[in-house]
């Protein structure tokens, strides 16, 4: 059994203790006993230099008492008793695999687990594969989902759109649709007409749906602004609209940013005096989350925002607010509305790597690129150097979140399938071309930039 050493030391020191506190009436006395700590779960694996389909796990748990440990390859076989040395275990079947330990000591247990993804060449190292389906960017990208935003008529429309949607992306965002002005016009009438195509259309098509978003200031309705209840009423009413909402939709969508956008630009980036903070209190961010919590324990759960590779100051605020979240937070979404030149592959990096460390999943959200940042108005096409220039920092932003560890990735979003589409052209007024896809529904450049970017 291991740690038997260590166990025998730990009684000889407390019986040592035990004697020296009953020698004599004046003998020092000590302090309250310290619980120890509970056994915590740890193993780590390599591949088998001789054979990649074969996997090495090391059971790595540290316990000063005797404990026994069960493997679950994730691989359908029984459970498999923990003994000396290291497991081989092979993996002949693509897919993606999650193995758990389970260790239990004295009456209590602990379960640590893990993914890898195996594809026909056998275990993947660091979840990067090598046998890759170029030929569109979900088969490319075999350890995170590829999506893009869509709205109910285009789905409904059929033609190019939908075919590039099934053809390329595996995960579904309502670029407007699934927002609290759409699905709750007026209280207590909800309308989920618009979201369901969208959903149904990700269903048939075996795409996820990423919900966005539950609570986000420039989407609430006129009748929420204006509410004229109570602060209390006002509560209820958003924590009864979230579960509404979690409930019509669970099992059908995967994720969903709670809350979108709350910290100001300025200063010190404060919450948003929006109407929710000021009936609900400044906490209530953390609320929503745990209204969306008790709904749908199993969805996974998003705090979204912009300019969090741009502005550290606001990156921090953010991180501070998902601290605060502790359990009830999964995963941040850091929007990637981008140019060409900026901001920097450091900055971009110090998103992924503050995310990476909370033990948290990152979303690449919202992810376009301007090609015209200066605003030249006279521009009537993309120029070769500029989309050259585009590719590269597509290559950029995917080659860092595809580094990340598994269990940290979620999905990379692009805000856009072609370019004439895009929220930026009457956001900037300008001419802009920020996707990859043409106006025509032709790649370019930026679209062989999200392949490289994965190699």
């Known amino acids: 059994m291991k740690n038997t050493f260590k166990y025998i030391i730990r009684l000889v020191v407390l019986f040592m203790a035990f004697s020296c506190s009953n020698s004599s009436d004046d003998s020092p006395t000590f302090g ?25 796990l090391n059971n790595t748990t540290e316990y000063y008492l005797p404990y026994t440990g069960v493997w679950d390859y994730g691989n359908g076989s029984s459970a ?3 003994g000396a040395g290291v497991k081989e275990v092979t993996y002949d079947t693509p897919g993606r695999y999650t193995i758990s330990l389970t260790v239990s000591s ?21 979840a990067v594969c090598g046998s890759v389906n170029t030929a569109s960017l979900k ?24 075919e590039i949607l099934k053809n390329e992306f595996n995960n579904l965002t309502s670029e407007y649709e699934m927002k609290m002005n759409i699905m709750y016009p007026s209280e207590g009438n909800y309308d989920f007409s618009a979201g369901d195509a969208i959903v149904g259309f990700a269903q048939a098509n075996d795409m996820n749906v990423h919900g966005h978003a539950l609570i986000w200031h420039n989407a609430t309705p006129s009748w929420v602004e204006n509410f004229s209840g109570t602060d209390a009423e006002f509560e209820a009413m958003v924590e009864d609209y979230i579960t509404t909402t979690l409930n019509h939709y669970k099992g059908k969508v995967r994720s969903w940013d709670v809350v979108n956008e709350a910290f100001e ?10 109407v929710f903070r000021q009936k609900m209190g400044d906490d209530y961010i953390k609320k ?35 601290d605060e979240l502790g359990d009830l937070i999964d995963g941040v979404g850091a929007q990637m509305h981008i140019s060409y030149n900026g901001p920097s592959a450091a900055n971009i990096q110090a998103v992924a790597d503050g995310t990476v460390s909370r033990n948290l999943k990152l979303h690449f959200a919202e992810l376009d690129i301007r090609a015209n940042p200066e605003e030249d108005t006279s521009l009537t096409s993309l120029s070769s150097d500029r989309a050259n220039a585009q590719k590269d920092k597509f290559k950029e932003v995917v080659q860092i979140y595809n580094a990340i560890p598994l269990d940290n990735k979620f999905a990379l979003t692009v805000w856009g399938v072609r370019d004439n589409e895009s929220w930026l052209l009457d956001f900037w007024g300008v001419p802009e071309w920020p996707l990859m896809f043409d106006e025509d529904y032709n790649k370019k450049p930026a679209y062989a930039g999200f392949l490289e970017g994965l190699e």
């Open 32 to 56: 309250p006993t310290e619980l120890p700590d509970a056994i915590q779960a740890s193993f780590d694996f390599t591949i088998s230099p001789s054979d990649p389909k074969v996997l090495l």
């Open 139 to 162: 088969g490319a990208a075999t350890t995170f989902s590829v999506g893009t935003i869509t709205r109910s008529p285009y789905v409904a429309a059929g033609g190019k759109h939908i």
């Open 80 to 82: 498999i008793a923990d």
């Open 265 to 274: 630009d300025g200063t010190g980036h404060p919450l948003r005096n929006s």
């Open 288 to 322: 929503c989350f745990q209204f969306a919590r008790n709904a749908d324990p199993d969805v996974i759960l998003f705090y979204n925002d912009y300019n969090m590779a741009s502005s550290p100051t606001k990156r921090q605020a953010m991180f501070n607010l998902v």
């Open 106 to 126: 004295d009456g209590i247990t602990n379960t640590i687990s893990k993914d890898i993804i195996v594809d026909e060449i056998g275990i993947c190292l660091n």
